[in-house]
């Protein structure tokens, strides 16, 4: 009798963690996303090469029970150019990206000067629905994460470069409608009134609001793209990227809504180990739908965090090819 035995199989590398915390937060009032209190803190990278996942929770202080993803305006890595490594914000506590893909950190940051090489993680709370509250809070991430000499025998992993597509409107204040011509029926919103003068950030009055703009040199190299975690606030109802050149959407993302609040419970992501191809030289769209359901204004956002792998594997560094 044979005895069958298992092929060996190359098995994927087991990754190391890291975690890192915020200082405490208070929250004692109301915060708008973007309005809350944030603290900064070094993350040690000394020993990283790949990150291949992050996940994020807001901690209750003195206790190590989650306060949930409604206290959570968004976290981040981010390099000392502004660059940012990873970004998670409400709905996408998670970024795990496809096996055999990672970030790599270590080759990124040799393009900087020595001194330059630090990353630091960034936590910003913030509270909707809650005016009369005193609760103290961190965001704590768990970074997993590989050397290359854990890699063994395995390949390295294909890299990952961040970048990211952010809605931008224009200024109503300056708006002026043209006097001669008739105004042509559009349900698509380019004038909105900004919040604090940021074109990324603006008011959506109550009712319906889509917006949409043209995105001209999505990627640096010919790509694929293998994850997207997109943000928008409360009361966003979808954001999708899309092939205008070809005229396909290539993903949408629809925000899911807790059963008995408007508050957003889950952002799918888009994780693909195929993914889907991008060209330096094709025009994109990013449209965003926003429904106010309350009688008042209220702020709106929609970024699309992505990650490319470059055609030809090749390693690109910040300021050339990737990031500021
Ligand atoms: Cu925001």
Request: aromatic share 8%; charged share 25%; proline share 8%.
């Amino acid at each position: 009798m044979v005895e069958a035995r298992p092929v060996p199989t190359a098995a994927a590398p087991v990754t190391r963690t890291k975690t890192v915390e915020t200082a405490p937060m208070k929250i004692d009032r109301i915060y708008r996303s973007m309005t809350g209190p944030y603290e900064l803190v070094d993350l040690d990278t000394s020993d990283m090469d790949w990150i291949t996942a992050i996940r994020t929770e807001v901690l209750e202080v003195g206790q190590e029970s989650s306060m949930g993803g409604e206290f959570f305006c968004h976290s981040q890595l981010q390099l000392t150019t502004g660059m940012r490594l990873t970004v998670n914000a409400t709905g996408t506590e998670e970024i795990r990206l496809p096996e055999g893909f990672a970030v790599p950190v270590s080759q990124i940051l040799s393009g900087l000067p020595a001194d330059s090489r630090s990353v630091r993680f960034l936590g910003m709370v913030l509270n909707n629905h809650f005016p009369s509250i005193d609760r103290q809070a961190r965001i704590r991430a768990t970074v997993e994460y590989l050397r290359d000499e854990d890699l063994g025998s395995s390949p390295p992993p294909k890299r990952l470069y961040p970048f990211h597509v952010a809605m931008r409107v224009d200024d109503l204040a300056l708006y002026q409608p043209p006097e001669d011509e008739p105004q042509p029926h559009e349900d698509v919103t380019t004038h909105c009134a900004l919040v604090a003068g940021q074109e990324t950030h603006w008011y959506v009055s109550p009712g319906p609001q889509l917006t949409r703009r043209p995105v001209r040199g999505l990627v640096p190299v010919e790509a694929t793209i293998h994850h997207i975690a997109a943000h928008v606030h409360n009361h966003g109802e979808y954001i999708r990227l899309t092939d205008v050149t070809e005229g396909k959407v290539l993903w949408q993302a629809d925000v899911e809504y807790e059963k008995d609040r408007r508050q957003i419970l889950n952002i799918p992501v888009y994780s693909s180990a195929e993914g889907f191809p991008v060209y330096p030289d094709h025009e994109y769209e990013i449209e965003v739908f926003y429904n106010n359901t309350t009688d008042a204004d209220v702020d709106a956002m929609a970024i699309l965090y992505l990650y490319f792998h470059p055609k030809d594997d090749r390693a690109l560094f910040p300021g050339r090819g990737i990031g500021p």
